[in-house]
């Protein structure tokens, strides 16, 4: 089923990127707006390697607006296989290096983020904050772990796939999807004590062209989640046998749930206006800031009150009664505070789009934290 969009369009395009894009604005069901979208879409790539490469550039011939590529490796020549984003000249060189070059050659307009940094349990939450979609291309077990791990904590989608030998897979793991879908994670797919010793490419290899079709087929979950269009892998796996040119998916659901199971599907979890949120403050309900510390430093809504998604998650019923209206950076946080908070029997909102919808005239508008 298709999900609603993760963000709200940019006013407008640039001319020449309406020129560029202008296959996307003739489709049917995407168009203008859903082009708009990908504009304003913050995605999150873990990996500039063989799945990292083919959806960077995916997703800047797209036209998303802010790329950040996440990897601390440099190019070796034995990458060049599959590797897409690297060439020879680039052997010896930092891989987010070459990744900022080949998405500034496909699309001038799109903003990446270099990140070269090794994704860990105890940096991966703070590093994919504010990301709207995270895209996971890496190649070792802890660190999809830790991916995993912060989204589920973020309360973002993760587009998750692995690639090896002649085979992959292609999911997308969410912990706080729409409502009328159920969450699943990453140990619903690997439960932590079947993971064993995973081989790594260079043990057991991997067709190079193989990882082309699945960074492709990474990336499009991506642009299908901005826009609101298709329906994303969440809840099924894309098995994909290159050899016998075989594409199959099976089902997966969050462990314990059966498939005769019918999930009780929650009230919708109000989305305000900028205005209607103002109109809610001036009525008596607590404006609650769920982002992280380093980004309520830049600026928040004044007089509301900064707490951590994982530590309202911890404890919800210390928000108290209520009407609380849930701020975050572009809003999928603050869904997951709200629902968190609404299952407590607490009146809760959420503010359309998050503290990025926010214009310089609204009554919300943030001030900078004077600390």
């Known amino acids: 089923m298709p999900f609603p969009p993760l963000v709200e369009p940019v006013e407008h395009l640039s001319a020449e990127e309406q020129l560029?894009?202008?296959?996307?604005?003739?489709?049917?069901?995407?168009?203008?707006?859903?082009?708009?979208?990908?504009?304003?879409?913050?995605?999150?790539?873990v990996g500039a390697g063989g799945l990292g490469s083919p959806v960077v550039l995916a997703l800047a011939a797209a036209g998303v607006?802010?790329?950040?590529?996440?990897?601390?490796?440099v190019v070796e020549a034995s990458n060049l296989q599959r590797q897409v984003l690297h060439r020879l000249a680039d052997v010896g060189r930092p891989k987010v290096d070459s990744a900022v070059r080949a998405a500034a050659d496909l699309s001038p307009e799109t903003?990446?983020?270099?990140?070269?940094?090794?994704?860990?349990?105890?940096?991966?939450?703070?590093?994919?904050?504010?990301?709207?979609?995270?895209?996971?291309?890496?190649?070792?077990?802890?660190?999809?772990?830790?991916?995993?791990?912060?989204?589920?904590?973020?309360?973002?989608?993760?587009?998750?796939?692995?690639?090896?030998?002649?085979?992959?897979?292609?999911?997308?793991?969410?912990?706080?999807?729409?409502?009328?879908?159920?969450?699943?994670?990453?140990?619903?797919?690997?439960?932590?004590?079947?993971v064993g010793e995973v081989p790594t490419c260079a043990q057991v290899g991997v067709l190079g062209a193989l990882c082309l079709q699945v960074g492709g087929l990474m990336a499009l979950e991506a642009v299908k989640l901005v826009t609101g269009i298709g329906e994303p892998l969440l809840g099924r796996v894309a098995v994909i046998d290159a050899l016998r040119a075989r594409q199959t998916e099976v089902p997966l659901r969050a462990a314990?749930?059966?498939?005769?199971?019918?999930?009780?599907?929650?009230?919708?979890?109000?989305?305000?206006?900028?205005?209607?949120?103002?109109?809610?403050?001036?009525?008596?309900a607590t404006i609650l800031d769920v982002r992280e510390p380093h980004e309520t430093a830049a600026g928040s809504i004044p007089g509301s009150v900064l707490?951590?998604?994982?530590?309202?998650?911890?404890?919800?019923?210390?928000?108290?009664?209520?009407?609380?209206?849930?701020?975050?950076?572009r809003g999928a946080r603050a869904l997951q505070a709200a629902r968190a908070l609404r299952d407590l029997g607490v009146e809760a909102s959420v503010l359309a789009g998050g503290i990025e919808a926010l214009r310089p005239d609204d009554a919300l508008r943030p001030e900078e934290d004077p600390a």
């Open 20 to 45: 560029r894009t202008a296959r996307h604005a003739v489709l049917a069901g995407f168009g203008e707006v859903g082009q708009r979208r990908l504009a304003a879409a913050h995605v999150a790539v």
């Open 65 to 73: 607006g802010t790329i950040t590529i996440l990897d601390d490796d």
């Open 111 to 194: 903003r990446v983020e270099a990140v070269r940094r090794r994704v860990d349990a105890d940096s991966a939450a703070t590093l994919l904050a504010g990301a709207d979609v995270v895209v996971d291309g890496t190649d070792t077990f802890a660190t999809r772990a830790a991916v995993a791990a912060a989204c589920e904590r973020l309360g973002v989608p993760l587009v998750w796939g692995v690639v090896q030998e002649f085979h992959a897979q292609v999911t997308v793991l969410w912990s706080a999807p729409p409502v009328d879908a159920s969450p699943v994670t990453l140990a619903d797919l690997y439960p932590p004590d079947t």
């Open 256 to 284: 314990g749930a059966t498939p005769a199971a019918t999930p009780t599907t929650p009230a919708p979890v109000p989305h305000l206006t900028p205005a209607d949120a103002a109109t809610a403050r001036a009525a008596g």
């Open 307 to 329: 707490l951590p998604l994982d530590t309202l998650l911890a404890d919800p019923a210390a928000v108290g009664d209520g009407p609380v209206v849930v701020v975050c950076q």
